[in-house]
């Protein structure tokens, strides 16, 4: 067995069995090519390998270290593309040291889908990225999960990148760790040096930013450096800038300056036709019955298409057959049931008790006061709708006295969604909110 086998086996211990049988297990290492500095191994296809890239890369090169004591770049590639990713690989390591976070080259323009519900940000976005600091400064693009305001946010990035401006690109997360790291290192002036004398500063869903005063303040000095300069600024966020809690006002105002656009979920055609590009940038070919299909069963974001298709294509490859419809729906049933699997009671009473300002307990109480009962009916309605628990079940649980209450309370929750906008809007967020933390 080769170092690069040993890694895999290695890796086999570490990882589920089936993502190591679905994805691993296909990777082949290339002794010859590969030396001290360069792990090569090849994947049958792109997906696949931007899949383990993603998700095992970092897992890998910890095992060569381990192994072999030598610092590795990994590089998982195809075949044909193996010397360009040695050299490409080496780059990213370089600019890695001096960029602060890569933008994710194919969040371009041209791989973005345009449609109803996100023209607007779109133009915008387009108008930004060839007048930079000029007419929407700042530019607030928000809108819900999976929908398009990073890779929207990131083509602009990459068309100044391409011009040669300094683009930053950073989540408020990180822009939080930079910024202690510098307090801690009584180099403060190095942080402000660096945000401020850049030309484009990209930063994503800044809702984080919310109680965060000291970082606030940092913020908006920033903020007001860049602006000054003609600097360009885009922001995103999962709400409008007034909805945004915990936010200093001076803040809030600021953001409302530029341009505010949202986005909305995509309309079923729009969802067809994101597959359509993501299956011809991943060379992947569906027939369309396939994409339909996937179309109606995603939820109203954009943010599993990708999952989906390299697992379909994974799945397909391992069992040397077309994808058909039949197929699609066999595979995708039991990815349906995984994520129902992952949803449970317990996860929806936290994330609506704190959503809410309320206690799971309370939720759970026979307390009458208005705020708690609108708290419960949510929780059931959610439960109901994201978990596979029946009635009867649930009605034990709130501890009701039988199913017909469940019933009843999912009857009334159905009608405001139908009438009120604001609710409907909110079970919405609390819905993306518990499906991204299950
Ligand atoms: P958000 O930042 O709004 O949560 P992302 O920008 O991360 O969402 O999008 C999630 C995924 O969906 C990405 O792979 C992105 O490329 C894809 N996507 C979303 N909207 C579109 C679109 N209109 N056209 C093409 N791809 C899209
Ligand atoms: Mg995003």
């Known amino acids: ?42 994947a049958p296809n792109t997906l696949i390998a931007n899949y383990i890239k993603t998700k095992f890369s970092e897992k890998i090169s910890h095992l060569f270290e381990v192994y072999s004591s030598n610092k590795v770049n990994v590089v998982i590639t195809l075949k044909s593309k193996a010397d360009v990713s040695v050299k490409a690989a080496k780059n990213v390591v370089d600019k890695e040291k001096i960029k602060h976070s ?28 060839e007048k930079p600091g ?35 690109y950073t989540s408020v997360e990180q822009f939080l760790n930079d910024f202690l790291r510098h307090l801690r290192n009584g180099n403060m002036d190095r942080f402000k040096d660096k945000y401020r004398n850049c030309d484009v500063l990209l930063i994503d ?23 000054n300069d003609k600097k360009q600024i885009i922001i995103t966020s999962d709400k409008h800038p007034k909805q945004i809690g915990g936010l200093e006002e001076r803040l809030k105002s600021r953001f409302e300056w530029g341009l505010i656009a949202d986005i909305q979920p995509p309309e079923l055609e729009t969802k067809i036709n994101i597959i359509k590009k993501k299956c011809e940038i991943n ?32 799945y397909a490859k391992l069992m040397n057959i077309d994808i058909n419809i039949e197929f ?24 609506v008790a704190k959503e809410l300002n309320v206690k ?12 708690i009962v609108y708290a419960r009916r949510i929780a059931i309605y959610l439960c109901r709708d994201l978990t596979t628990n029946s009635m009867p079940q649930l009605a034990q649980y709130f501890g009701m006295k039988d199913h017909t209450a469940i019933s009843h309370t999912m009857k009334k929750i159905n009608e405001l969604i139908k009438n009120d906008e604001d609710f409907r809007t909110k079970i919405e967020e609390l819905n993306n909110k518990i499906k991204s933390t299950s």
Not at 10 to 34: A, G, T
Not at 205 to 224: M, R
Not at 361 to 369: A, D, G, L, V, Y
């Open 205 to 227: 869903d800044i809702q984080f930013l919310s109680n965060k005063d000291s970082l606030q303040e940092e913020f908006f000095h920033t903020f007001e450096a860049l602006k």
């Open 102 to 129: 890569l933008l994710n080259p194919s969040h371009t323009f041209d791989n973005f889908v345009v449609g109803g519900s996100n023209q607007f940000a779109y133009a915008a976005a387009k108008s930004v990225s």
């Open 328 to 351: 699609a729906k066999n595979v995708l049933k039991e990815q349906q049931r995984e994520n129902r699997a992952n949803i449970t009671i317990d996860l929806i009473m936290d994330i």
């Open 1 to 42: 067995m080769n170092i690069g086998e040993k890694v895999l086996s290695k890796l086999k211990e570490e990882i589920p069995e089936i993502e190591y049988n679905r994805y691993i297990k296909q990777l082949s290492f290339d002794e010859k090519k590969s030396s001290s500095d360069n792990a090569i191994y090849y």
């Open 283 to 314: 060379r992947i070919k569906l027939n369309n019955d396939v994409i339909n299909y996937i179309a109606t069963i995603i939820e109203n974001n954009a943010r599993e298409i990708e999952g989906i298709l390299s697992k379909l294509h994974a």
């Open 360 to 371: 799971p307990s309370e939720i759970k109480s026979k307390s009458r006061s208005r705020n």
């Open 134 to 168: 000029d007419i929407y400064n700042p530019l607030f693009i928000y809108g819900g999960v999976g929908i398009g305001k990073t890779h929207l946010m990131q083509a602009v990035g990459n068309v100044l990148q391409n011009q040669g401006k300094n683009v930053i």
